[in-house]
């Protein structure tokens, strides 16, 4: 989880105090008009899914509100509050299982357009979208929106050469596109290897080795079926399964849909041939 650090927010705080007030206030004031919502959530879960959904088109819309609205420069302020909202939609096990993980791109929209140099976020953004909510081109989107900004670069922020390794790897597990990945293996290596510690040199190495192995052998069905089968495996509900489901079959795996088991729990046999 991200650590809150104050060198992430204005330096110059004294000719701001009234300006992050008004944002603190803000904040507050639409986290109080959402708490009698909040508390009747709680209190009737399990609720019926309808009043569910009804809360998550709420959530959406608070989102889509803090995309556009102001903050008078402080925009890391903003991203990290975000941020720890989403660590609590995340973690609500019992909801998930219920309504999905369908609004976590929402949350990574506001966090990464407000803070494109939110490290930590790229990692979240990456296991939260493509895996569980099954949604791997909203997560390389995203990740794309960024990368092609002049916001990031080998340096900025340390050890960008991460936010290259997570793209090229939904894009091999999720997408099943081994020239792509293998493109964004080889930025990956590039970045890691303007670092002299031994953790980025581990990366550029095993980075350029995976891309040199994808251009020879750029589309794994195997490695494939294997990375939808974690996607049904964490699948909170049933549009997930079925869009795992659909990919394993059509990569040449099988799903065995036993009667009387959640799809999370469904066999899966792997292509006969790679």
């Known amino acids: 989880m991200n650590k809150l650090n104050l060198s992430r927010f204005p330096r110059n705080i004294s000719q701001s105090v009234w300006v992050f007030l008004i944002l603190l206030l803000s904040i507050v004031a639409i986290g109080k008009l959402q708490?009698?919502?909040?508390?009747?959530?709680?209190?009737?879960?399990?609720?019926?899914?309808?009043?569910?959904?009804?809360?998550?088109?709420?959530?959406?819309?608070?989102?889509?509100?803090?995309?556009?609205?102001?903050?008078?420069?402080?925009?890391?302020?903003?991203a990290s509050w975000v941020f720890l909202e989403f660590i609590q939609y995340f973690g609500d096990e019992k909801?998930?299982?219920?309504?999905?993980?369908?609004?976590?791109?929402?949350?990574?929209?506001?966090?990464?357009?407000?803070?494109?140099?939110?490290l930590d976020a790229y990692f979240y953004l990456s296991t939260s979208v493509s895996i569980f909510a099954g949604k791997p081109e909203e997560s390389i989107a995203l990740m794309n929106e960024q990368l092609n900004s002049n916001l990031i670069s080998p340096k900025v922020p340390p050890r960008a050469y991460y936010i290259w390794r997570y793209?090229?790897?939904?894009?091999?597990?999720?997408?099943?596109?081994?020239?792509?990945?293998?493109?964004?293996?080889?930025?990956?290596?590039?970045?890691?290897?303007?670092?002299?510690?031994?953790?980025?040199?581990?990366?550029?190495?095993?980075?350029?080795?995976?891309?040199?192995?994808?251009?020879?052998n750029p589309s794994s069905k195997i490695a494939q079926v294997s990375a939808w089968e974690m996607v049904l495996r964490n699948a909170a509900d049933r549009a997930s399964c079925d869009r795992a489901i659909s990919n394993i079959e059509r990569l040449g795996g099988k799903v065995i849909k036993t009667l009387g088991e959640d799809c999370n729990n469904f066999p899966v046999e792997p292509p006969k041939e790679d």
Not at 53 to 74: C, H, I, S, V, Y
Not at 97 to 114: E, H, M, Q
Not at 182 to 204: C, G, I, M, R, T
């Open 95 to 118: 909801v998930r299982k219920l309504t999905g993980y369908n609004i976590s791109p929402n949350y990574f929209a506001v966090i990464l357009d407000r803070d494109p140099r939110f």
């Open 35 to 78: 708490e009698p919502q909040l508390k009747k959530l709680k209190s009737d879960l399990p609720s019926s899914l309808t009043e569910l959904k009804r809360q998550e088109d709420g959530e959406k819309a608070r989102l889509n509100l803090w995309q556009k609205a102001p903050t008078f420069g402080f925009d890391n302020l903003l």
């Open 167 to 216: 793209k090229a790897i939904d894009e091999l597990l999720f997408l099943g596109d081994g020239k792509l990945a293998k493109k964004s293996f080889e930025k990956a290596a590039e970045w890691a290897k303007s670092y002299d510690d031994p953790e980025s040199q581990n990366v550029a190495s095993v980075s350029q080795a995976t891309a040199d192995f994808l251009a020879k």
